[in-house]
């Protein structure tokens, strides 16, 4: 859907090769897409997820 809107879809690898973007969004379900959008935003750029990420640190037993 995003494509069809003109986005630029990319799928998270250990290999990409990343350009710098006004606008990142990650959509998936590990923190290494995160890092990679994060890694992806220009300087003063917007970055957003649609994920919820957990972890062991934020569990209460």
Not at 10 to 15: Q, R
């Given at each position: 859907?995003?494509?069809?809107l003109g986005a630029k879809c990319?799928?998270?690898?250990?290999?990409v090769n990343l350009c710098k973007y006004p606008i990142t969004v990650d959509t998936g379900i590990n923190q290494?897409?995160?890092h990679t959008a994060i890694r992806a935003v220009e300087p003063g750029g917007i970055c957003t997820t649609t994920g919820i990420y957990f972890s062991?640190?934020?569990?209460i037993y």
């Open positions: 859907m995003a494509e069809s990319i799928l998270f690898t250990e290999n290494k897409g995160l062991d640190f934020f569990l």
